[in-house]
Structures are given as structure tokens and as C-alpha cells.
């Protein structure tokens, strides 16, 4: 049986931008490389990369990324690897983070979960509501 727990804490991250590999009309395709460094009940680090498209118009865009998270959560150790989906419409911001299914290893293996991003002045939060089962 699997009992869902939330997660909190905040991250650092380092983005490093690559050059845009597609600026034709319309949307400018991008991607960039991510490293965080998690605090918090997750104790770690992750690597991602992050593909972007953005439009001529201030505020609308578009982005997908995978990050692999190693370290601990809630005291246990292992990996697992976070898909994010997200748009901004004219600046209104929606953002998807889940666990890519089966993805995670050690003590984490049979995670699943959903984790949210804040950004408050300046500092980067998070919250991950998720279920730490046995793998069916």
C-alpha cells in the first residue's frame, strides 16, 4: 500500500544558455542546460536540459525539459526523473512537473508525483506531492 506525502523545500539553479537553433519567423527554438542543487526534504542535485520556443509575442512561450534528480527524499536514497511541460500566454504562466513513470531506482524505486515551482523574490521553491509505492 502507498501513502501520498508532501515534499518541500527550495533549489538553486544554474541555467546555462545554448545559442538559439532556430530563429525563423514566428518563434525563436532554444535550449538550454539545467543544474540545480535541491535543499529541503529532497537532499541533492539534478541535470536537465530544457527546450523553448519563443514567440514574437512579449510574454507567450513555450518550454519542455527532463531533469534527473539524484540524492534523498524523505530520507531515502536513489534517482528518479522529472518531465516538465510548461506555457506562458500574454504572461499567464502554466507549468506541469511529474515523475517520468518507472524512472526511479534505489530506494525510490515505484515513485510517482507531481511537483510545483514558486518563485518568490528571487528564490526558487518547491512542492512535490508524491507516493512512494511498490512497483507493480
Known sequence: MSTSTRATG????????????DTAEGATLGRVTLN?????DIVGTSTGEMLSA???VKGSAGYVAIERVTGSLGGKAGSFVLQHSGWMTRGEMSLAVTVVPDSATGELVGLS?????DIVEGKHLYSFDYTLGEPS
Open 113 to 117: 508525483g507531481k511537483l510545483t515551482i
Open 54 to 56: 519563443m514567440s514574437a
Open 10 to 21: 527550495t533549489f538553486d539553479v544554474k541555467i546555462s544558455a545554448q545559442p538559439p537553433y
Open 36 to 40: 540545480k542543487k535541491f535543499h529541503g
